[in-house]
């Protein structure tokens, strides 16, 4: 069990509608981070908050959002679900910003139908 | 970003040391090396990481070249609960930013 806490572990939803992921890190964590793993992409990383801000942004679609909480959790909207979005969320965390070791939660998947 | 290289897959016998290498031939001189492993169906762990220097930690040993254009992850005793994907990956200074390659799919024979 790696202390990161990812809900729920299973979504199926239909094309064009919208879903929020959360994730509650380890306690006293202050990195939040989003991962999307698809087959045919492998393991892609979304985006970081560090304390509440955005520290570092990948190939992230507009129609994905995320937020990082005053208490530390983080949320993941999806919204204008393509069937190309079906894949495994992952969020991370760690205790700094860089250059340490982050602790990854079972994951999200999420199926559009 | 910079990119690393790993063999697709690799193939050892129980409680024989693997030497798993990869290439990241345009790292910059700030990235840091991490190695994450992966078991079906479960999020990433953490093997060991560094910048410059070789790095050794209860699971692994770390050895990263003197011009860190490429690094080996070292298992010293293999298990049947190492068989998982390894990946090798770059995080560019103060990003936070894991840049996953395909990984090293690693097979332990008993």
């Known amino acids: 069990d790696s202390g990161v806490t990812q809900t729920p572990k299973h979504l199926i939803t239909a094309t064009g509608q919208r879903v929020t992921l959360r994730c509650s890190p380890r306690?006293?964590?202050?990195?939040v981070y989003w991962y999307q793993q698809s087959l045919d992409q492998g393991l892609q990383f979304l985006i970081h908050y560090y304390n509440g801000e955005e520290r570092a942004k990948g190939n992230i679609l507009e129609r994905f959002s995320a937020q990082q909480f005053p208490d530390l959790h983080s949320e993941l909207n999806l919204s204008s679900l393509e069937l190309g979005d079906s894949a495994l969320y992952f969020c991370?965390?760690?205790?700094?910003?860089?250059?340490?070791?982050?602790?990854f939660g079972q994951g999200t998947r999420l199926t559009v139908v | 970003d910079a990119k690393t290289t790993q063999p697709n897959s690799m193939e050892s016998n129980e409680e024989e040391p693997v030497h798993l290498p990869c290439n990241h031939s345009?790292?910059?001189?700030?990235?840091?090396i991490h190695w994450y492993r992966q078991l079906p169906s479960q999020g990433p762990e953490y093997v060991i990481h560094?910048?410059?220097s070789n790095v050794n930690n209860r699971m692994a040993s770390l050895a990263i070249a003197e011009d860190r254009k490429s690094s080996t992850l070292i298992l010293h005793r293999a298990t049947l609960r190492d068989a998982a994907v390894y990946y090798c990956?770059?995080?560019?200074?103060?990003?936070?930013?894991?840049?996953f390659g395909q990984g090293t799919t690693l097979q332990v024979k008993p």
């Open positions: 560094g910048l410059t």
């Open positions: 306690s006293g964590d202050l990195s």
């Open positions: 990956i770059l995080e560019p200074s103060n990003t936070g930013k894991l840049i």
């Open positions: 345009t790292i910059s001189g700030t990235d840091y």
């Open positions: 991370a965390s760690s205790d700094r910003g860089t250059g340490t070791e982050a602790f």
